[in-house]
């Protein structure tokens, strides 16, 4: 790993807010975002990155890359919470298990719209069928999670395949992602330049105050989680790395774009903590929140946005 691309990464001022965020927590700070903001400000980051995915995605053509592309995005979606449902079954509940499996198959689109701002460090362009791909992503993690609780639990409580199915596709982030993709596709270049002050100019100050929220939340759910022992933090650190570094590696048997192999490497290794509890709160409600929430939020994301970027793109590089 390119030790530059991790001090490069690590003094990124978007990285640091998110660190303020946990110390202001630890040092009992009543600093906060309201609620209202921050939840416009995810509205916003959503639109943005989906619209100009979309945008990007208008100028590309329908290639074998990208179809393949998009089965291997999708096979990752439900080959990741599979077998890692098998090795948190070791250690808890099933449902359990499958809630986190789900949550670790399924994607972060906060990690990902980090990943976009790490592109633009470096350089280079997010591909506009990436985005696609990131939103397609989000529903089988979530399905195979459910469908794998139902099968290895005698208990009731989990909805049917069908709901399961329509609340993943209806939840607002991947409706919002899905549709802003659509908005941009068909958006001309000078329609698209009228709103560019606020697709891009503002884009990076609203993600670093994005991150700060993220930071105080982190903080206030890490504790709960010390009370679960050494294995929610091992797993929350080393799987993902481990999911994020093969994914960056293997899809060279798809594309050659370092870009697109660095963010399969991201999809691969970020966690859901948006989604996914949505999605377990209706569907699997005997599934410990207090598990899967902090372990994506607390643990995984600050893992990938220091030094887990850095080392999927020295994967995707090779």
């Known amino acids: 790993m390119n030790l530059d691309l991790l001090i490069e990464n690590l003094t990124n001022p978007a990285l640091l807010f998110f660190v303020l965020g946990i110390i202001a927590v630890y040092v009992r700070s009543d600093l906060e975002i309201p609620a209202n903001s921050s939840k416009f400000i995810s509205l916003y980051l959503l639109f943005a990155i989906g619209f100009k995915g979309g945008q990007e995605l208008s100028h590309e053509a ?39 499996a789900a949550a670790y198959g399924s ?136 999911n994020g570094t093969a994914a960056a590696y293997l899809s060279n048997a798809v594309t050659d774009d370092v870009s697109c192999r660095f963010i399969f490497g991201v999809l691969a290794a970020s966690a859901s903590y948006i989604a996914v509890p949505a999605a377990m709160k209706i569907a699997a409600p005997q599934a410990n929140p207090g598990l899967y929430l902090p372990m994506a939020l607390g643990v995984t994301f600050p893992v990938n946005i220091t030094i887990g970027m850095p080392l999927y793109f020295a994967a995707a590089s090779l």
Request: net charge positive; proline share 3%; glycine share 10%.
């Open 107 to 242: 994607v972060s689109a906060v990690t990902f719209v980090t990943a976009a701002t790490f592109l633009e460090m470096k350089g280079m362009a997010l591909s506009g069928h990436m985005v696609a791909i990131m939103a397609l992503m989000e529903s089988p993690a979530i399905i195979a999670g459910l469908l794998l609780i139902s099968l290895f639990s005698q208990k009731e409580g989990t909805s049917g395949t069908k709901d399961v199915l329509r609340h993943s596709l209806t939840n607002g982030s991947v409706l919002l992602i899905l549709g802003s993709l659509c908005i941009g596709y068909v958006a001309s270049a000078e329609q698209a330049q009228g709103i560019k002050p606020f697709t891009t100019d503002l884009f990076k100050g609203f993600l670093a105050i994005f991150l700060l929220d993220m930071g105080i939340t982190s903080g206030k759910k890490l504790s709960a989680l010390f009370r679960e022992g050494w294995f929610p933090f091992a797993f929350g650190i080393v799987m993902p790395l481990i």
């Open 62 to 100: 329908l290639t074998a890359e990208i179809l393949w592309s998009m089965a291997f995005g999708l096979a990752m979606a439900v080959v990741i919470p599979v077998y890692l449902f098998f090795i948190l079954k070791q250690k808890f509940k099933v449902a359990d298990s499958g809630a986190i």
